[in-house]
């Protein structure tokens, strides 16, 4: 069966130290699930694994991006159980601050071992890209693209032929974050784009 996306939904929320997002319909066992969390946060906490009333265990996509006020880290869990989920995104230790936090479905994935290549990027300018991974293990995949800069009120494109999952382009007091997505079959080395409306700081990853 075909990898494709069956639910997607986003938050922003400031001035908080943890918020809950719940998924619009219940999860369909053994579909993966995909997140990716964004924040600000002044003392440079970390983002902390995210937990969920179907108790999964999350795995992350890569390390923790960020260190400083500004963070990024996606996470996973292949197999997940069936069921109304509510997802909780955290700061580390009692701090607050604005982020934005995506959830996701898809079916079609691999039940075991779903994590392939990774890679992560970072700099400064207009053109934000994650760098390429190693090439794929196998031909169908997702390829899940995750960033956030360091601006405020900047336009977030995506580039190549990658699909726009969630945005939020940020504003004066909260957090960006752009997630993009590819339904590919071709095992090759893939990599996440997008393009800023103005210079800024930013991190990316692509798995």
Same mark, same amino acid.
């Given at each position: 069966m075909a990898i494709a996306l069956v639910q997607s939904t986003k938050k922003v929320v400031t001035g908080v130290n943890n918020t809950t997002?719940?998924?619009?319909? +219940? /999860?369909?066992?053994? +579909? /993966?699930?995909?997140?990716?969390h964004s924040h600000w946060e002044p003392n440079g906490s970390a983002i902390t694994t995210p937990t969920d009333t179907l108790t999964h265990v999350y795995a992350a996509m890569t390390a923790e991006q960020g260190t400083g006020a500004q963070r990024l880290r996606s996470f996973y869990i292949a197999n997940c159980s069936g069921g109304a989920d509510t997802v909780t995104f955290d700061i580390a230790g009692a701090f607050t601050g604005d982020k934005t936090v995506v959830i996701s479905e898809w079916s079609g994935a691999a039940t075991a071992s779903a994590l392939d290549k990774t890679q992560v990027g970072t700099g400064t300018g207009t053109a934000v890209n994650s760098g390429a991974t190693a090439t794929t293990a196998q031909a169908d995949e997702m390829v899940w693209g995750a960033m956030n800069h360091d601006g405020s009120n900047t336009t977030i494109t995506e580039t190549g032929s990658a699909s726009l999952l969630q945005e939020h382009e940020g504003g004066t007091s909260d957090m960006p974050i752009g997630v993009s997505y590819r339904i590919v079959a071709a095992a090759a080395a893939y990599s996440a784009t997008w393009t800023l409306g103005a210079s800024n700081s930013w991190r990316a990853h692509v798995a």
């Open positions: 997002l719940a998924f619009g319909v +219940n /999860l369909t066992a053994a +579909n /993966l699930v995909c997140l990716s």
